[in-house]
């Protein structure tokens, strides 16, 4: 970067890190950041610490919530008779935008992946067939990206369920393959749920 | 957002005032910040902090720097009759990189700008005249960028100029350099023909 200062080398360093940030982009913020009034960059720096220190994860579900149990496990009104495993707490985001679902989640934080060293005990799997013993749910509907892992995954979560006897169901291939459910829009998650297939 | 939790709706409304930043993207950093060790998210709000508090404006070039003057300012071996003006700190940044100058900067931070209540005053103009008063220089080479607001401001610093007899010149607009002659915009080209230089 040439003549750089150090602090502000530093930033763009830390900035970089985050995902989908280059070299450029992470520099503009830096810029921008320190061009803010002093005011607004203590507010940023003390949302980025409040948000790490005061967010969780659910007890029952392992989605994100400031509180023991999330809004949705708390919520009376939601579907207690199914649990949809995602993979990540930004796909119930996604899910939730799509309003095609009312039940609850079960979050794995992770999908296998060999190649990153991420089997089966890395995910909340144990966790869920502890909810499957305890809970009501008659019904898991698997909703993992349509990528390979995610598609590995499912298989791999299907097969251990096949033997609880519960119905298993696999959402739509509405989802573009290869597609991220993140960044999905909500009809074609809506479809996608709307149509799941039961696969054992 | 939807079910979304107060303090990761805070910092996602936080990190979306950053320039270049979506709803969409701001969310998937906020998630990545919460998802990253304690101590990288204390590092990450640090460096922000330090930056801020530490980086701030050179005496003489309103060039960020760490110290009282900024390194090229007090580097000895710059070119002291030349003064360059840009926008803002990055085109500093961007001028080094291409190691094609080796003078002086001088920093307006901003850009006239009626639209948005930016004139004369609010840019670093009697800084630059208090400079020339007391320094040396010979030439002022504007570097403004080549849109309405960064040709807007050249002419009327050029014009204020003017009556100081000193060297002023503009940086030359024309294709960029790999730059193929069919994907050029029209006024690109025009300046181009315009500002020909001949060679043989």
Redesign the interface.
């Known amino acids: ?8 080398a ?2 763009h ?3 970089r ?4 940030l280059g070299s450029k ?1 992470a ?8 061009d ?1 009034p ?1 005011e ?16 969780h994860l659910c007890k029952q579900c392992y989605n ?3 509180d023991e149990y ?3 496990c708390n919520d009376v009104k939601r579907d207690r008779s199914m649990i949809c495993v995602v993979e ?3 796909d119930v ?1 996604a899910m ?2 799509s309003q095609g679902y009312k039940g609850l989640y079960h979050v794995l934080h992770g999908v296998m992946s060999p190649l990153d060293g991420i089997g089966p005990d890395q995910l909340r799997l144990k966790e869920l067939f502890q909810r499957l013993e305890t809970e009501e749910a008659e019904e898991v509907i698997i909703a993992t990206n349509s990528d390979v892992e995610g598609e590995a995954t499912a298989s791999y979560l299907a097969q251990l369920l096949k033997p609880t006897g519960i119905k298993v169901s696999r959402i739509a291939q509405g989802l573009p393959m290869g597609g991220d459910l ?2 999905a829009d909500e009809l074609t998650l809506a479809q996608a749920v709307e149509n799941r297939r039961r696969i054992c």
């Open positions: 970067m040439g003549k750089i200062i150090r602090p502000l530093n930033l360093d830390r900035l890190r985050l995902p989908g982009s520099m503009r913020l830096a810029y921008k950041i320190i803010m002093m607004e960059v203590e507010r940023l720096a003390d949302a980025i610490l409040v948000a790490k220190r005061d967010v994100l919530t400031a999330c809004e949705i990540q707490p930004p985001t939730e935008r993140e960044f």
